[in-house]
């Protein structure tokens, strides 16, 4: 797709594929955000780094979802940012998790690289950062 100075435009991220993808970041932003506010409200005294990172985790995804699913000059820059978070928290809790897990005693999105979710967590941004990268004007 061209425009009129001959540039080509980004094909969007909903398209094709894209579309899997935003489904399964919308799956992960609703179990996130929901495993998280039930953590907290029924036991964040007993650990409350790991269910606030939950909680950062759904917030992260839900941008992300927004991001990949909009058609705003904006949603491409956020999808970036949100995916990005995404790889370096999930690559941060994970190796903190394997190295010191008194901090977590329950599995959290991202904890051991996402292994309570079959470690779709670990694989997930880096199939949307391919996926944007992709789908760039080039």
Known sequence: MSDAQGS?????TSSGPGRVLIAVYGVFALSATARA?????????EAPIAYL?????GVVYILATIGLAGHQP???KLAW???????????AVGT???????????????SVYGRGYGFVPLVL???????????RAR
């Open 125 to 135: 941004p880096l199939v949307g950062l391919w996926w944007l990268r992709r789908t």
């Open 96 to 110: 903190f998790t394997v190295l010191d897990s008194g901090e977590f005693p329950d599995d959290t999105v991202w």
């Open 37 to 45: 506010a039930v953590q907290i409200a029924s036991k964040f005294h």
């Open 74 to 76: 904006w949603s491409r």
């Open 81 to 91: 940012s949100a995916v990005v978070i995404e790889l370096v928290g999930v690559l």
């Open 8 to 12: 080509e435009r980004p094909r969007a």
């Open 53 to 57: 990172l939950s909680a950062l985790s």
